[in-house]
């Protein structure tokens, strides 16, 4: 047997004996990943958080930032006035020092209780709670790396409209996700089938993550010798005894063969980028922490009176026509300044502008560019503004698995001249670093993001069009699996 013929051989068994391993696994994931266009998983995006939070009042007895613990104001940009458990409280997010401060005593709030967690859930939903406040560390809805600083949460039932679960930090107090019923069943059979949770057991699992990353490669591998199988037997010159190009007359092999030359191509990119989702062996992170976050953000330094002071900035705001829900303060290049946001989302940043606070709706062009060259210990190549999204920085919707990143216009681009030719996108709003890409995570974006969801912004547009292509696509796919499912059943019961 030539060499030739062995690995063609090679390849029918390759596909063979994979394709019956992986077939019903392949199929879950194409129908749990119909429900995912439409059902995601339970995620607190920062509409929500915000729409359900009560306007701040200018309470002249709120007390000032000056007046909060020293170890509070060393990091500004963690720090927010919002409220929790009724009250306005300091909340710190992050860091060493996480937690929530009287605003009218500046003293710590009690340690988060049940009875605490059951009373910010209710005033967060709008409804009554219908249990007592579990105390967890981790369940199913619960795995994202983002709650690990507020770990242990409170779970609490709520009833009302949107009927489900509230989860509550132990840290600060705020609410960190919700999961209502009817998100909860479609997950089942959505999110949290599609991504093999009932294996997970905590939010760092490498079981699980070597588990995702094998079974893809496999099922990877079955695509791509399907396709090779399926070029090799269509007669593209000529037909067989039977006068078709296929040479199979049984049913349910002619339609798998027939569904996967008419689907390989979308059936192996699409399992190949979900492989590329698990980031396999870190090979889409960049070699090294190209930012410096602490560098941009500058020295330590105290708040200027004009933004010290919550009830001065809130009538400032007031006479804009803003009537925040929660500020915030940040900090760039020393420069401390504040910044409001509503409950419907709507920005706007307080600086110090002689004795009053300047409400506008973004930070200072300059400084926000000077300040940007310190971010990467190189040159900066470009720094432009974007009113519009580009191929990297867009938003999603919230049922997609990236639906709470903050994704505002317009935005600063910033692109240095590193090795790693690292990318930045500057909140004009907040200065924060929305995005940072180095050339590996930019490979990655097109190798799982594109692949996968078909996310670039023009296909994003095209709304219910992009959707009825990845239904009708979807559909394919899971029908060549059906076949695939029939036929190894077929084979393993002979």
């Given at each position: 047997?030539?060499?030739?013929?062995?690995?063609?051989?090679?390849?029918?068994?390759?596909?063979?004996?994979?394709?019956?391993?992986?077939?019903?696994?392949?199929?879950?994931?194409?129908?749990?990943?119909?429900?995912?266009?439409?059902?995601?998983?339970?995620?607190?995006?920062?509409?929500?958080?915000?729409?359900?939070?009560?306007?701040?009042?200018?309470?002249?007895?709120?007390?000032?930032?000056?007046?909060?613990?020293?170890?509070?104001?060393?990091?500004?940009?963690?720090?927010?006035l919002t409220t929790v458990r009724g009250e306005p409280a300091y909340v710190v997010r992050g860091?060493?020092?996480?937690?929530?401060?009287?605003?009218?005593?500046?003293?710590?709030?009690?340690?988060?209780?049940?009875?605490?967690?059951?009373?910010?859930?209710?005033?967060?939903?709008?409804?009554?709670?219908?249990?007592?406040?579990?105390?967890?560390?981790?369940?199913?809805?619960?795995?994202?790396?983002?709650?690990?600083?507020?770990?242990?949460?409170?779970?609490?039932?709520?009833?009302?409209?949107?009927?489900?679960?509230?989860?509550?930090?132990?840290?600060?107090?705020?609410?960190?996700?919700?999961?209502?019923?009817?998100?909860?069943?479609?997950?089942?059979?959505?999110?949290?089938?599609?991504?093999?949770?009932?294996?997970?057991?905590?939010?760092?699992?490498?079981?699980?993550?070597?588990?995702?990353?094998?079974?893809?490669?496999?099922?990877?591998?079955?695509?791509?010798?399907?396709?090779?199988?399926?070029?090799?037997?269509?007669?593209?010159?000529?037909?067989?005894?039977?006068?078709?190009?296929?040479?199979?007359?049984?049913?349910?092999?002619?339609?798998?063969?027939?569904?996967?030359?008419?689907?390989?191509?979308?059936?192996?990119?699409?399992?190949?980028?979900?492989?590329?989702?698990?980031?396999?062996?870190?090979?889409?992170?960049?070699?090294?922490?190209?930012?410096?976050?602490q560098r941009y953000r500058g020295a330590s330094a105290a708040a200027d009176p004009a933004v010290?002071?919550?009830?001065?900035?809130?009538?400032?705001?007031?006479?804009?026509?803003?009537?925040?829900?929660?500020?915030?303060?940040?900090?760039?290049?020393?420069?401390?300044?504040?910044?409001?946001?509503?409950?419907?989302?709507?920005?706007?940043?307080?600086?110090?502008?002689?004795?009053?606070?300047?409400?506008?709706?973004?930070?200072?062009?300059?400084?926000?560019?000077?300040?940007?060259?310190?971010?990467?210990?190189?040159?900066?190549?470009?720094?432009?503004?974007?009113?519009?999204?580009d191929a990297y920085f867009y938003a999603r919707a919230p049922e997609a698995m990236n639906g709470?990143?903050?994704?505002?216009?317009?935005?600063?681009?910033?692109?240095?001249?590193?090795?790693?030719?690292?990318?930045?996108?500057?909140?004009?709003?907040?200065?924060?670093?929305?995005?940072?890409?180095?050339?590996?995570?930019?490979?990655?974006?097109?190798?799982?993001?594109?692949?996968?969801?078909?996310?670039?912004?023009?296909?994003?547009?095209?709304?219910?069009?992009?959707?009825?292509?990845?239904?009708?696509?979807?559909?394919?796919?899971?029908?060549?699996?059906?076949?695939?499912?029939?036929?190894?059943?077929?084979?393993?019961?002979?």
């Open positions: 047997m030539s060499l030739r013929s062995k690995a063609k051989r090679w390849t029918y068994l390759v596909h063979r004996w994979l394709g019956i391993g992986g077939c019903v696994l392949m199929a879950l994931w194409f129908a749990s990943g119909m429900v995912m266009l439409f059902i995601g998983y339970p995620k607190l995006t920062p509409g929500e958080r915000l729409a359900g939070l009560p306007a701040l009042q200018g309470d002249p007895a709120l007390r000032p930032v000056s007046s909060l613990p020293a170890e509070l104001r060393q990091a500004p940009e963690r720090l927010a860091g060493a020092h996480p937690g929530a401060w009287s605003a009218h005593t500046g003293k710590a709030l009690a340690t988060m209780n049940v009875a605490g967690a059951a009373l910010a859930a209710a005033q967060f939903s709008n409804a009554p709670t219908t249990g007592a406040a579990v105390p967890i560390d981790e369940d199913r809805w619960t795995h994202s790396r983002g709650l690990d600083g507020h770990r242990p949460l409170y779970r609490v039932d709520v009833g009302g409209a949107q009927a489900g679960v509230v989860y509550v930090s132990s840290r600060t107090g705020e609410v960190v996700l919700d999961a209502p019923q009817y998100q909860q069943r479609w997950n089942h059979v959505g999110a949290w089938l599609h991504w093999l949770y009932p294996l997970r057991m905590k939010s760092v699992d490498p079981v699980w993550t070597w588990t995702v990353i094998v079974l893809s490669a496999l099922c990877t591998m079955a695509a791509m010798s399907g396709v090779l199988v399926g070029v090799w037997r269509w007669r593209f010159r000529g037909r067989y005894r039977s006068g078709a190009k296929t040479p199979y007359v049984e049913p349910w092999m002619r339609w798998h063969h027939l569904l996967g030359l008419a689907t390989s191509a979308f059936v192996f990119l699409w399992i190949f980028s979900g492989l590329m989702s698990m980031n396999p062996g870190k090979v889409f992170s960049s070699s090294h922490a190209a930012v410096d976050e010290d002071d919550p009830s001065r900035l809130l009538r400032a705001l007031a006479r804009d026509g803003m009537r925040p829900v929660e500020l915030q303060w940040r900090r760039v290049a020393g420069t401390v300044f504040a910044v409001a946001l509503d409950g419907s989302g709507t920005v706007r940043v307080v600086v110090p502008h002689g004795a009053a606070p300047g409400v506008s709706a973004a930070l200072p062009g300059a400084l926000l560019r000077d300040a940007a060259g310190t971010l990467v210990d190189a040159p900066v190549r470009s720094f432009s503004v974007l009113q519009a999204p709470a990143l903050v994704r505002r216009f317009p935005v600063a681009r910033v692109q240095f001249a590193d090795p790693e030719q690292t990318r930045v996108y500057l909140d004009l709003a907040t200065g924060d670093p929305l995005l940072v890409m180095g050339r590996r995570e930019r490979i990655g974006r097109w190798l799982f993001n594109f692949l996968h969801s078909w996310d670039l912004p023009p296909m994003l547009q095209a709304g219910a069009g992009r959707t009825g292509v990845l239904i009708v696509l979807s559909l394919g796919g899971l029908a060549l699996c059906v076949t695939a499912v029939v036929i190894g059943w077929r084979r393993l019961r002979r």
